[in-house]
């Protein structure tokens, strides 16, 4: 069965490496820092757990609104702007947690965006429930 997300799975594909992205980050800091599990009370190894971790809690929710919505008719022009929001929002967070612990602009200009792209695709996939039940 063919699903008419094309435009969604773009963005799916960008995020898969990304996500290798992060992952190999961590593996490589546990390489180096000879950390096999956990993170061994180590600052940056926390921060990049933290980072791939955020990634693996937000993102699949993201793209799976952004999916529900394509089904349902949304048009290229309103996902592209969500996917690129949560791409850059999710390199934003990243490079926010690199240099620092704790509230970065970039942290927190990544969170907004990822929120902002929940908060759309949500609204939009509620909007079409709504539809179908009065439209």
């Known amino acids: 069965m063919f699903l008419p997300v094309a435009n969604t799975a773009l963005y799916?594909?960008?995020?898969?490496f990304m996500l290798i992205?992060?992952?190999l980050r961590v593996i490589r800091h546990r390489y180096q820092a000879k950390i096999g599990l956990l993170?061994?009370?180590?600052?940056m190894l926390q921060r990049h757990i933290r980072v791939h971790g955020n990634f693996t809690e937000y993102v699949p929710a993201a793209l799976l609104l952004m999916a529900i919505i394509e089904v349902n008719g949304a048009p290229w022009w309103v996902i592209h702007p969500l996917g690129l929001a949560l791409a850059g929002g999710r390199i934003s967070h990243a490079i926010g947690l690199r240099g620092s612990t704790g509230a970065s602009r970039p942290r927190v200009v990544g969170m907004m965006a990822t929120f902002s792209v929940l908060a759309i695709s949500g609204l939009i996939a509620i909007g079409h429930f709504v539809w179908s039940l009065f439209g």
């Open 21 to 23: 992205g992060l992952a």
């Open 39 to 43: 993170d061994g009370g180590d600052a």
């Open 12 to 16: 799916a594909g960008i995020c898969a």
